[in-house]
């Protein structure tokens, strides 16, 4: 079952488990996809951040960017001052959360 951070609500928020680390991204706006991220290192503490596309596997089918699937990678740009891009390694199964 995918995710369209689009159509989710403010507050809500998401787990996404990869192979490495697990990361949560709580919504504050879902217009823009802002939120804050917390996670394993290298995001240890709530961080400001955006979500910015999901990498598809290759071969599956076409979907939106902000449509997060199993099997996807995260996008986000993280920060407020010193920006960093952060791409999840693939997600394996299935995402947690509030939806």
Same mark, same amino acid.
């Given at each position: 079952?995918? %995710?369209?951070? &689009? ?8 787990? %996404?488990?990869? =192979?490495? #680390?697990?990361?949560? *991204? ?8 802002? @939120? %804050? $991220? &917390?996670?394993?290192?290298?995001? &240890?503490? =709530? =961080?400001? +951040? ?7 596997? /290759?071969?599956? /089918?076409?979907? +939106? $960017?902000?449509? $997060? /699937?199993? @099997?996807? #990678? +995260? ?7 010193? %920006?960093?891009? $952060?791409? &999840? ?5 299935? *995402?947690?959360? +509030?939806?």
């Amino acid at each position: 079952m995918g %995710i369209r951070l &689009t159509e989710m609500n403010a507050s809500e928020e998401i787990t %996404i488990r990869t =192979q490495v #680390r697990d990361y949560s *991204f709580r919504v504050l706006d879902h217009d823009d996809c802002r @939120g %804050i $991220l &917390t996670g394993d290192k290298p995001v &240890t503490d =709530q =961080q400001e +951040a955006m979500f910015v596309e999901a990498i598809h596997p /290759e071969n599956c /089918e076409m979907r +939106a $960017l902000t449509q $997060l /699937e199993p @099997g996807d #990678r +995260a996008v986000f740009l993280v920060g407020r001052d010193n %920006i960093k891009k $952060l791409t &999840t390694s693939p997600s394996p199964k299935s *995402f947690g959360g +509030a939806f």
